[in-house]
């Protein structure tokens, strides 16, 4: 028994057999393979800092093979060319086989990424609707569609594009697992998966799953377990692909794009954030100050569309600020799996130093500490706790600019309206923005006026299936995820044209 994150009697029966084996491999084409020189990582629980597993980290060599894989099966496995209510039919399989283990995959993802369980569940939950959104889309899809133009017959016709590669971040892994992999199986496309080297659980339960149920014909689904620098390149750089899609930080998405740029591989960008909320003086200021503080304390602040720069209307400033610092030291601090826990861990400790980081370089720079944050014990837990944290002052200030991503939020004044539209597009990031005002013609011009992919009213971080969620600037390009454009970017048209 090679687990020692907690007692088996913790976890469940499947969860304890699942990671009861020295080492967990990757997945390709329907097998489990070790990496070809053997080399493995540990993967951490983040609330106790002990090791839960190790998985095969896979090299180039290995990746390359799962991408021939992923090429192969587009070509042979029938998988493509499958009638699309047969295709639908095994995609909603795989939800029902998913939902049917939800307890276990909600317990593997709060384990694996320092998740609250019920967050866990919700990102779960939120995979298998995603799943159960696309196979119903891509029924009604016009494969064929007809244009009408004089003295031609002309029709566009629409195909999969061959295998597609997915690399995700650790901070929502099944949920992201989910947007990714949907539209583009059920547009009949084959996939390579280079899950976040933090939090490769989720997505090798889900392997386990349709290879055990034959979910999936061999070589569709490809899991390649590794390190960003050796696998995650190996999937950027691999010219096979047809599609691209990145989640991540801005850093690691430019070298993806330029990567993908020179394969000529059409890329989707998803990154990161510096979110504001413009809160005007007519709102309730304790619903919105109670919204805002359980939106940056969800998942502990990991979360790229927070609102992580609260701009406050000057009449209200002082009474909001202390509703929200009240509230904040309120929260409760715990193991992710303990029932009663608000906010549990960061991923890890690079992340606790950046977050800790961030602090000390905003107040160098002249920002004031509304409320302290810092680290955070949890009584015999020796994983990677902080308190929440709220800064003030100049929105030039290094904590207001660069994104964080820990539940520390900065809080600024403004005076009017706009004053607070120029102050939330002062940013190179463009994710969700929010307004918060009971006025909802200002709200829907605010809404409209912000520079970024999503603009939401009196509510931050919302994302509901069918309602395109993209970023724009620093934090995305190329299309977003979770509508009916997504799920277009996943097929290849052609345009077919017969003189008359
Ligand atoms: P990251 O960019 O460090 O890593 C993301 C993925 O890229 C991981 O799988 C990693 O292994 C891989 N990677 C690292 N180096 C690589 C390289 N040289 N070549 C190829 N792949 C490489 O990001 P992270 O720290 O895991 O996640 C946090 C970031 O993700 C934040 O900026 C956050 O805002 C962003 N994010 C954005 C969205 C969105 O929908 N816009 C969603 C979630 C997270």
Redesign the pocket.
């Known amino acids: 028994m090679s687990t020692t994150i907690a007692p088996t009697s913790d976890l469940l029966p499947e969860v304890a057999a699942f990671l009861d084996s020295p080492s967990l491999k990757a997945f390709v084409n329907g097998e489990w393979i070790d990496a070809s020189g053997g080399q493995t990582f540990d993967v951490v629980d983040p609330g106790t800092g002990q090791k839960i597993t190790t998985v095969a980290s896979l090299q180039k060599d290995d990746v390359d093979r799962a991408v021939d894989a992923a090429v192969n099966a587009f070509e042979g496995s029938g998988w493509a060319k499958m009638p699309v209510n047969e295709r639908s039919a095994a995609l909603h399989r795989l939800a029902d086989a998913v939902e049917a283990r939800k307890a276990q995959f909600s317990q593997i993802e709060s384990l694996d990424c320092g998740k609250v369980f019920a967050q866990a569940e919700a990102d779960v939950q939120n995979f298998i609707d995603t799943f159960r959104y696309f196979a119903d889309l891509a029924q009604q899809v016009n494969y064929r569609s007809v244009i009408g133009v004089k003295g031609h017959e002309a029709w566009i016709a629409r195909h999969p594009w061959g295998a597609c590669g997915f690399?995700?971040?650790?901070?929502?892994p099944f949920l992201?697992t989910g947007w990714g992999l949907a539209p583009a199986l059920a547009a009949g496309n084959t996939c390579v998966l280079?899950?976040?080297?933090d939090t490769p659980l989720s997505a090798l339960y889900l392997c386990k799953v349709v290879q055990e149920l034959d979910l999936l014909p061999a070589g569709v689904l490809n899991v390649t377990t590794g390190?960003?620098?050796t696998a995650?390149?190996a999937?950027?750089n691999n010219p096979k692909f047809r599609r691209m899609s990145?989640?991540?930080?801005?850093?690691?998405?430019r070298?993806?794009a330029e990567a993908s740029g020179r394969n000529l591989t059409p890329i989707k960008c998803?990154?990161?954030?510096k979110g504001a909320a413009v809160v005007f003086d007519d709102v309730d200021i304790e619903e919105t100050a109670e919204k805002l503080v359980g939106a940056i304390t969800f998942h502990s602040g990991q979360v790229?569309?927070d609102a992580t720069r609260w701009l406050i209307h000057k009449d209200i400033y002082d009474k909001f600020v202390g509703e929200c610092a009240d509230r904040m030291k309120a929260v409760s601090i715990g193991y992710q799996l303990d029932a009663g826990t608000q906010m549990g861990p960061l991923v890890n400790t690079k992340q606790r130093d950046r977050v800790l980081g961030y602090l000390e370089k905003g107040v160098a720079e002249g920002a004031e500490l509304v409320l302290e944050g810092g680290a955070a014990k949890v009584a015999g837990k020796n994983g990677y706790y902080v308190k929440p944290a709220l800064m003030a002052g100049s929105l030039d200030n290094i904590a207001a600019r660069e994104?964080i991503?820990g539940p520390v939020a900065y809080l600024a004044p403004f005076a009017n309206e706009e004053e607070g539209i120029r102050l939330a597009n002062n940013t190179e990031y463009g994710?969700g923005n929010s307004v918060w005002s009971r006025d909802l013609v200002r709200c829907a011009r605010v809404a409209e006026a912000f520079e970024s992919g999503n603009g939401w009213i009196n509510a931050h971080n919302v994302i509901v299936h069918g309602v395109p969620y993209a970023?724009v600037g620093k934090?995305?390009m190329g299309g977003g995820v979770v509508s009916p454009d997504t799920l277009n970017d996943y097929l290849r048209p052609i345009s077919i044209v017969r003189p008359l």
């Open positions: 690399i995700v971040p650790w901070n929502f992201l280079k899950p976040a080297e390190i960003g620098e995650g390149a999937i950027a990145f989640t991540g930080s801005p850093e690691v998405g070298m993806v998803e990154l990161g954030g790229c569309c994104e991503f994710l970023g934090s995305g």
